[in-house]
């Protein structure tokens, strides 16, 4: 283990670097969906907090954080104001400061750019996690949808894409880092990290991807995506027609099956809020759900809302309605997201912002594990944000479902990235269970994807109507990264936290008995002296 070396540069030229990771990093994530900034990114985290303190490298993680998730989140606050929107991202970007706070450290120990990677990966456990069950959004691993490094996401889940992102990002770091004095051996390796990572993600695209789709079960399945009048929070005001126009364009579905010109869907798939009108409350909007099942003629997975239990709760569901036989298998949405779905903390929340006051319902949890069965193949349903949580997606795959479903309602987002983002997360979660997934939206994007995380078909402009019908394959094996669960994540988190352990030991062993401050947490003269 090297003893701290001096920093590249004076800490105020640091902030700077670290702000500019933290911007590179958006850039990884749709719309830009530029996977490699995100190596930029951890690459510009890394020199930034190159030689520093604990406590230094805290704040300059802050300032990363920030600079990342407040353009990332924008869209959070489109309709409610800013003031939610400020809250979330700084909030959240104290992960990072964490997170600056241990790199520092680990990376003083043999193999840095690993002790790196697994900093990053317990960053994210915590993230994901807390407070009121986490918010995983903008993980490293959610931007390489598209690049070779998804496939690691079949060996080990989302937390071993952003453990080789880390990895990747912090041999490009070490190689820069080389070149003040310049070293030629840390140059060599930290240029081989960072071109064996995505070589490697290539490779295991051979072993890792999915049987041709001849060779493996298929079925057709179709995508009503009704569209809404316009976007914002109003839209639940208009909740009839939201529900007219899902079955208008069921409709329309059942007389091109009619006419032979497309094929007979064996499943058909509706998104989140497609019924805000609850149909066991309202014999009226049950009758027109019922006759729309039964002019299609095949199982409709219907999202609703539905009141109870008690006058102050609801439920956000997907009703499995079976044409002969009415609704049957539900799901309930184990995951509402606090402050918005529900509300926490309600008197500060108002005062925080009068949207919440709009809240006047509590989105109640359901359980189990978001299988369904009782269609022509066991499926397994998140909604939404559900999409973003490792385990809830994992949960129905290894119960045995065969395709997953995304249902969604993204119309309070606006023409934002967000409904792309969310996609994003989508193809990752194909790869990494070997499963289609299917995502039915609103207001789009609509798609679906392949067990190799390709987008096959989606849908057109946001906020118009339309109908994907798709015959995808169906999946019975399991991932490596589904049969080890959350094993992977726990691994690499408790390695980072033993590699602060070990530095601490080590510094103690290694002080002089008349020194009574530990220089790897905090040097107060060190930077007044930089600065």
């Given amino acids: 283990m090297r003893p701290r070396r001096d920093p590249a540069f004076p800490v105020r030229w640091a902030a700077l670097v670290a702000a500019g990771g933290g911007f590179a990093g958006v850039l990884a994530f749709p719309r830009f969906g530029l996977w490699p900034a995100a190596f930029v990114s951890v690459a510009m985290l890394s020199l930034a907090l190159d030689g520093r303190s604990a406590r230094t490298g805290a704040w300059l993680g802050y300032v990363y954080g920030a600079a990342f998730l407040l353009p990332l989140l924008h869209w959070t606050g489109i309709y409610v104001g800013p003031v939610p929107w400020l809250i979330l991202a700084l909030a959240f970007a104290g992960f990072f400061a964490v997170l600056g706070a241990v790199l520092p450290i680990v990376a003083r120990l043999p193999a840095g750019p690993l002790w790196v990677g697994a900093a990053w990966v317990l960053q994210e456990a915590l993230r994901d996690r807390l407070p009121f069950g986490g918010f995983p959004w903008g993980r490293l691993a959610f931007s390489q949808a598209e690049s070779p490094l998804r496939w690691f996401a079949a ?12 990895l990747a990002g912090a041999g490009l770091a070490a190689g820069v880092r080389a070149g003040w004095p310049f070293e030629r051996r840390g140059l ?3 240029a081989a990290v960072l071109a064996v990572v995505p070589l490697l993600g290539l490779l295991l695209a051979w072993p890792l991807h999915p049987a041709p789709d001849r060779d493996a079960p298929t079925e ?3 995508v009503i995506q009704g569209g809404l009048p316009d976007r914002g929070l109003g839209f639940e005001d208009r909740a009839e027609q939201v529900l007219d126009n899902h079955i208008r364009q069921t409709d329309t579905l059942a007389a091109e099956v009619r006419a032979g010109t497309v094929a007979r869907p064996a499943l058909v798939l509706w998104p989140e809020n497609a019924s805000d009108v609850d149909p066991f409350q309202n014999p009226a909007a049950f009758k027109k759900i019922d006759h729309a099942v039964k002019t299609i003629g095949v199982p409709v997975l219907v999202g609703a809302i539905l009141h109870g239990p008690g006058a102050h709760h609801r439920r956000n569901v997907g009703i499995l309605w079976s044409p002969t036989t009415g609704p049957g298998a539900r799901y309930v949405k184990r995951h509402p997201v606090p402050f918005a779905e529900y509300i926490p903390l ?6 925080v912002s009068s949207d919440a006051k709009t809240v006047t319902q509590d989105m109640v949890a359901g359980g189990g594990n978001g299988l369904l069965r009782g269609g022509p193949v066991p499926i397994g349903d998140v909604i939404c944000f559900e999409v973003a949580y490792d385990d809830l997606v994992r949960s129905s795959v290894s119960a045995g479902a065969q395709l997953l479903v995304v249902q969604t309602n993204n119309a309070t987002f606006g023409h934002t990235p967000e409904t792309y983002q969310q996609l994003a997360m989508a193809q990752l979660r194909a ?6 997934v299917v995502q039915a939206a609103t207001t789009g994007k609509s798609a679906v994807i392949g067990p190799d995380g390709v987008v096959r078909a989606q849908s057109g402009p946001l906020f118009g109507a339309d109908i994907l019908v798709q015959n995808v394959p169906l999946g019975t094996a399991r991932t490596p990264a589904t049969r080890l669960a959350a094993l992977p994540e ?9 590699g602060v352990a070990a530095v601490a030991v080590a510094d103690r062993r290694r002080r002089r008995p008349d020194v009574e401050h530990d220089d790897s947490i905090a040097d107060p003269h060190e930077e007044m002296v930089q600065a």
């Fill in 431 to 436: 790869v990494e269970n070997g499963r289609t």
């Fill in 220 to 222: 057709t399945i179709a």
């Fill in 188 to 190: 060599l390796t930290g």
């Fill in 490 to 498: 726990y691994v690499l988190a408790g390695l980072a936290v033993a």
């Fill in 346 to 351: 309600r008197g500060i929340a108002e005062w």
């Fill in 155 to 166: 060996l080990g889940g989302a937390p071993l894409v952003t453990f080789a992102v880390a």
